[in-house]
C-alpha cells in the first residue's frame, strides 16, 4: 500500500448488530436448499445397512416402478465420473458408486431421483440390496482394528513435537502425573440440513450448497467430473450452522450434479437427519496419555502427551494432534506422538476446535490433577507455568494475555470465595463444585482477496467469497469497510459465498475475520490513497498540496488534520469517475508466492498459528460452577464464566456471540454429546436429535464473557486473532474439574453424566 495512505481512528469493537439479522429472523434469508428453481426434480439417497462387507447385488426395479420416478443412479453408472480425492476441498477418498465394497455403516449405494420428493422417498425404501457382510471393527480399542503413526501417515500436518530429554526429565521429577483421557464420536447435526442443489445451463453448472469453502467446491465438482473450473459455479449464501461439517465436500455432490445432467433438469438432495450421520463427517474419537512431573514448588520439567485418534480404513484423517497442548506453558522437556486407528467407520472431519477440543480436555484435566498433587491453586499452577516463548522452538508469542483472562474471570467468578477442599462447598441437597481451565486456539491466517467499490454517493459494496457460516463475517467485514471510508455501516453492501467473486479462504480454523478484514482493509486503504492523492493534487481544491498521510476521511469528506476539508464528491468529478473500485489480495506472512492462484485453484494455505515465525495464539480463562445433586447424583451447571483475549475484536456483540456458544457447546460436549456405536455391526445407534443430547435452554443458566482487551500488530494487518473455535476449548475440562470439586471423583471419560458418579 502507499505510505501516504492516512489511517482512520478505528472503532474498535463496535456492537453493531448483524447486518443480515433482520433477513434472518423475518426467514428472508435464503439459505442453499431454498433457491426456488423451475421444473427442480427431487434425489434422495439410499445407503447401506452394513458397516463393512459387499453388495452382491442392488435391486432397483420396485423402486423405478414407483410413479414419478425419473432416474436411479447407482454402480457401475456413473458417468465417468472421477473418484473423489481426499484432501482439504474433499472428506474422503471414497467413491460410494465406483465400486461394491462398503467400508462404512450408512454408505451411499444409489441416489432415487424424482418429480417429488415423496415419490423419490418412497422409491428410496424400495431400493433393497444383497449383501456378503464381514465383521467391523467399530471403534478405538475395537478387534481388528490397525494402528499406525500420524507422523508420515497423512498429508496433513503432524509434526509429533518433542525436545530434550522427556523420559530422564520424568524420572528425575519429583512429583508425577500419569493419566489416560478419552472424548466420544461426536455429530455436527448442523440445524440446516446437509443439502446439494445442481443446475446446468448448456455446460456450465452452477451448485448451490452449503459450503465453508466454494472455490474448494469449485475445483473438486470440477474435477471429478473433468470439467473446466471457469464453468462450475458454487453459490452458498447463507449457511445454518458449519463448524467444519460443511468445510470439506461429500462424495454426494458431484452425483447429484450427474443426475441433474442426465435428466437435463435442476435436482436437488436434502440429505436427511439420520443419513447426516453417515454421509457426513464427525467428531473422531479420541484416546490419550498424559505424562507430567514437577517441581516441588510445581514448575512443568516434563511434558508428554500421547494420543490416539480414529479415522477410516481408506483415508489417513488427523484431528490434528499435540501442536497446541505442547507449547501452552514453559514445559522443561516434550515428548508427543500421535497415532491413528484404522477402523470400518466413514472418514471423520473438522468440528469446531478439531485438535483442542480434545487435546486440551486431557492437557487441562491432567493440570487439575496435578495441582491437587502439589496442594496448589489450579490458578497459580498456571501462572508459575506462564511464558512468553513456547518450549519446542523458543519462539516467542506475539502476545499472551493468559494470567490476564484468569485474573479478570477469576475475579467475575469470586474464585476466591472457593474451599479447595473437595466435597466441602454445599447448598441444602446440592453439592456445589468450582473449576477451571485455560482456552487456547491458534490465530490462523491465509491469502484472501476482496474488492471494494465506493461510489460518489457514498454506497460501498465489499466482495469477497467468504462464507457466512453464522460468525457474522459480513458485520465485521462491513464494520472494517465503513471505518475505512468513512461512511456508517449501513451504507455498506457485502457479498459473499459465490465464486463469482474474488476468492477467500475456507472458512474454518477461526481464520476468516483475520484473512477477509486484511484484505478487505487493503482494499479499502487503496482506495483511501487514490482519494487522497486526487484531493492534494493539481485540481486546486482545498487540500491542494497537503501530505497526503495527515489526511481522514470522514462523513462523505476527506478532512485534513487542520481542519480544511472536501467533499468527496468533488474528489470523484475530479476524477470524472461515478465510483472508485479496487481489489486487493492480501498474502500472510509466512504463506507461499503463489498463495493468491493457488486460492483462486480452490487450495487455501493457511499458515497455522503455531508454526510462524513467532507463535500466535488467543486464549481464554473458563470458570464453571457444577452442582451435583446428593441423592440422584444430578448434575447441574448454574454458572459459566470465560475470559478471553484475541486481539482486535471487531465486533464485541458477534464476538460474545461466539464465545457464549462456544461454552455452551463446550457444556454441552463434557455433559450431553455422544454418538453411540454398537460394537457388534459399527452402526451409530442414536442418529437423531432425539437421542442424540444436546442442550436446551434449561440446561444453560447465567453465561458471562468478559473481553480482555488486547493490541497485537504482529498478527495481521487488521490485528485479528479470531476466537470463533476458542470458546468450547477448555470448557469440558473446566467442567470434570468442578465435578471433581464437588465430589472428590476424578472424571477422565467425557461425557460425564451421572451413572458415572454413583460409587
Ligand atoms: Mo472449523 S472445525 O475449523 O470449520
Known amino acids: ?125 424400495k431400493v433393497t440390496a444383497d449383501y456378503q457382510p464381514e465383521q467391523p471393527s467399530a471403534s478405538l480399542g475395537s478387534a481388528g482394528t490397525e494402528t499406525i503413526p500420524a507422523k508420515g501417515n497423512t498429508e496433513r500436518v503432524q509434526d509429533d513435537p518433542a525436545v530434550r530429554d522427556f523420559a530422564a526429565a520424568f524420572e528425575a521429577a519429583p512429583v508425577k502425573l500419569d493419566a489416560a483421557y478419552t472424548t466420544p464420536t461426536q455429530h455436527h447435526n448442523p440445524i440446516e440440513l446437509f443439502s446439494t442443489t445442481a443446475l446446468w445451463t448448456g455446460d456450465q453448472l452452477t451448485v448451490y450448497e452449503p459450503s465453508q469453502n466454494v472455490y474448494g467446491f469449485r475445483a473438486e465438482i470440477a474435477r471429478q467430473l473433468q470439467m473446466d473450473p471457469a464453468k462450475v459455479r458454487v453459490v452458498s449464501p447463507y449457511i445454518g450452522g458449519a463448524f467444519g461439517s460443511k468445510g470439506p465436500m461429500t462424495p454426494r455432490t458431484a452425483i447429484v450434479a450427474l443426475a441433474a445432467r442426465r435428466l437435463n433438469r435442476p435436482v436437488r438432495c436434502v440429505v436427511t437427519r439420520m443419513q447426516g450421520f453417515t454421509t457426513a463427517t464427525y467428531r473422531a474419537p479420541t484416546r490419550h496419555r498424559i505424562r507430567m512431573g514437577t517441581t516441588p514448588d510445581g514448575r512443568i520439567t516434563a511434558f508428554s502427551h500421547e494420543g490416539w485418534e480414529l479415522t477410516s480404513r481408506v483415508d489417513n484423517y488427523v484431528v490434528g494432534g499435540t501442536s497446541t497442548t505442547t507449547r501452552l506453558y514453559g514445559y522443561g522437556s516434550v515428548y508427543s506422538r500421535v497415532n491413528l486407528v484404522k477402523a470400518d467407520r466413514q472418514t471423520p472431519g473438522y468440528m469446531r476446535s478439531p485438535p483442542e477440543f480434545p487435546y486440551v480436555f486431557a492437557l487441562e484435566t491432567a493440570m487439575d490433577e496435578l495441582a491437587e498433587r502439589l496442594g496448589m491453586d489450579p490458578v497459580e499452577l498456571r501462572r508459575v507455568n506462564d511464558t512468553m516463548t513456547e518450549p519446542i522452538g523458543g519462539k516467542p508469542y506475539t502476545s499472551r494475555s493468559l494470567m490476564q483472562c484468569f485474573d479478570q474471570a477469576a475475579e467475575a467468578f469470586n474464585w476466591a470465595a472457593r474451599n479447595p477442599k473437595p466435597g466441602s462447598m454445599r447448598d441444602g441437597e446440592w453439592l456445589i463444585g468450582l473449576g477451571c481451565a485455560t482456552a487456547a486456539y491458534p490465530t490462523n491466517v491465509g491469502a484472501a482477496t476482496a474488492r471494494v467499490r465506493l461510489t460518489a454517493n457514498g454506497k460501498v459494496l465489499v466482495q469477497s467469497a467468504s462464507h457466512e457460516i453464522g460468525t457474522g463475517i459480513r458485520t465485521v467485514a462491513a464494520q472494517m469497510a465503513a471505518e475505512q471510508l468513512g461512511v456508517p455501516v449501513d451504507a455498506v453492501e457485502v457479498m459473499m459465498g459465490d465464486t463469482d467473486l474474488p476468492p477467500a479462504p475456507v472458512s474454518g480454523g477461526s481464520n476468516s475475520t483475520a484473512s477477509v478484514c486484511s484484505a478487505v482493509l487493503t482494499a479499502c486503504r487503496q482506495i483511501r490513497a487514490r482519494l487522497s492523492q486526487a484531493s492534494v493534487g493539481s485540481h486546486g481544491g482545498p487540500l491542494a498540496g497537503k501530505d497526503p498521510g495527515d489526511l481522514d476521511i470522514r462523513d462523505g469528506m476527506i478532512v485534513a488534520n487542520d481542519g480544511a476539508s472536501q467533499k468527496l464528491q468533488e474528489i470523484f468529478r475530479a476524477l470524472g469517475a461515478g465510483v472508485v473500485e479496487e481489489y486487493a489480495e492480501f498474502i500472510p506472512e509466512g504463506a507461499p508466492q503463489d498463495a493468491v492462484q493457488k486460492l483462486y485453484a480452490g487450495a487455501s494455505t493457511l499458515i497455522n498459528g503455531s508454526r510462524r515465525s513467532k507463535v500466535q495464539y488467543a486464549l481464554g480463562a473458563e470458570f464453571v460452577e457444577v452442582r451435583i445433586n446428593v441423592r440422584t447424583r444430578e448434575i447441574r451447571v448454574p454458572r459459566l464464566v470465560g475470559a478471553f483475549a484475541a486481539g482486535r475484536i471487531m465486533n464485541t456483540r458477534t464476538a460474545r456471540s461466539q464465545l457464549l456458544g462456544g461454552l455452551i457447546w463446550g457444556m454441552s460436549s463434557a455433559l450431553l454429546e455422544e454418538t453411540g456405536v454398537d460394537e457388534r455391526t459399527a452402526r451409530y445407534v442414536n442418529r437423531d436429535l432425539a437421542e442424540y443430547y444436546v442442550p436446551v435452554n434449561a440446561d444453560i443458566q447465567e453465561v458471562e464473557v468478559i473481553l480482555v482487551p488486547e493490541v497485537d500488530h504482529e498478527v495481521n494487518p487488521a490485528g485479528v486473532k479470531g476466537l470463533g473455535e476458542l470458546g468450547n476449548v477448555g470448557t469440558a475440562a473446566a467442567i470434570v474439574n468442578a465435578i471433581y470439586h464437588a465430589t472428590g471423583k476424578r472424571i477422565r471419560d467425557l461425557p460425564v453424566r451421572l451413572e458415572n458418579l454413583i460409587v
Open 1 to 125: 500500500m502507499s505510505a501516504s495512505a492516512p489511517e482512520p481512528k478505528r472503532n474498535q469493537g463496535q456492537p453493531v448488530p448483524r447486518i443480515d439479522a433482520r433477513l434472518k429472523v423475518t426467514g428472508e434469508a435464503r439459505y442453499a436448499a431454498d433457491i426456488p428453481l423451475n421444473n427442480l426434480a427431487y434425489g434422495v439417497l439410499v445407503t447401506s445397512d452394513i458397516a463393512r462387507g459387499r453388495v452382491n447385488e442392488i435391486r432397483l426395479d420396485e423402486a423405478r416402478a414407483v410413479p414419478d420416478v425419473l432416474e436411479i443412479i447407482s454402480y457401475g453408472d456413473i458417468d465417468g465420473i472421477q473418484r473423489p480425492q481426499f484432501a482439504n476441498a474433499s472428506c474422503t477418498s471414497l467413491g460410494p458408486l465406483h465400486e461394491t465394497t462398503i467400508r462404512h455403516d450408512g454408505q451411499i449405494m444409489a441416489l432415487v431421483i424424482a418429480n417429488t420428493f415423496e415419490a423419490a422417498q418412497e422409491a428410496a425404501s
